[in-house]
């Protein structure tokens, strides 16, 4: 079945060298963490030669809502690091972004010249898709996500040969939906398995982003996509 996603782009070049691929959270759009971005930011997060995607994901029935209908990745039995994932809804999204990533390298765009990433369930989308199926990407950065403690992406990366992205996480000590605690212990689980990883800490930061985390991400993705034309 094939699903078509609505998507917003920031780009400053009609021929961008490197892509970033940013997914936002539960209930939002690409439109929305665009526009909240900016808010933050005072200005887009934008890049002289990276093309930035934002997607919005499907609405379907959400069981942390109660079966409501809401625009998100996946569906989980709840919100917890302790329970089993949603693996059906997990895999079945990460076929409809690959789409994402092979039009990028079909754009002519090298596939080690995209990151991928997001903002809560956005970010847990993000490690999906890049340390199970597209390996070779430049990174992926996490903010205010974790990983279910059993993880399938545990086990990929356990079973996998070749090298791993390098992940740029944040979280904020005072995150009230996603504890500061999960995806600190995301991190460190994927720290052990060999993935080079950055794990920021914001004191008095809730389920949110903020400027500093912002302006901080910005760098890292231009130190792993740097401008090959200067």
Known sequence: MAVHLQRTIVAQTKKPTASVIFL?????TGQGIRAWIKDV??????????RVIY???????????????????????????????????IDSMCHVLGSFVDEEVNAGVAKDRIILGGFSMGGTMAMHL??????????????????????IVYQAIQNSKTSMPELFQCHGKNDQ?????????SCLHLQSLGVKATFKTFPNLYHELCKSE???LKSWILHKLPNVEQ
């Not at 379907?60 to 809502?65: D, K, V």
């Not at 939906?177 to 212990?185: D, R």
């Open 55 to 89: 997607p919005t994901a499907p609405l379907r029935s959400y069981t942390p809502m109660k079966q409501s209908m809401s625009n998100v990745w996946f569906d989980r039995y709840k919100i917890s690091i302790n329970c089993p994932e949603h693996l059906e809804s």
């Open 130 to 151: 890049a340390y199970r199926f597209h390996q070779q990407v430049a990174g992926t950065f996490a903010l205010s996500s974790f990983l279910n403690k059993d993880s």
């Open 214 to 216: 912002l302006e901080q």
């Open 24 to 28: 936002h959270g539960s209930g939002d």
């Open 41 to 50: 930011l005072n200005q887009d997060l934008i890049f002289q030669h990276i």
């Open 177 to 185: 939906l996603v504890l500061y605690e999960w995806g600190k212990e």
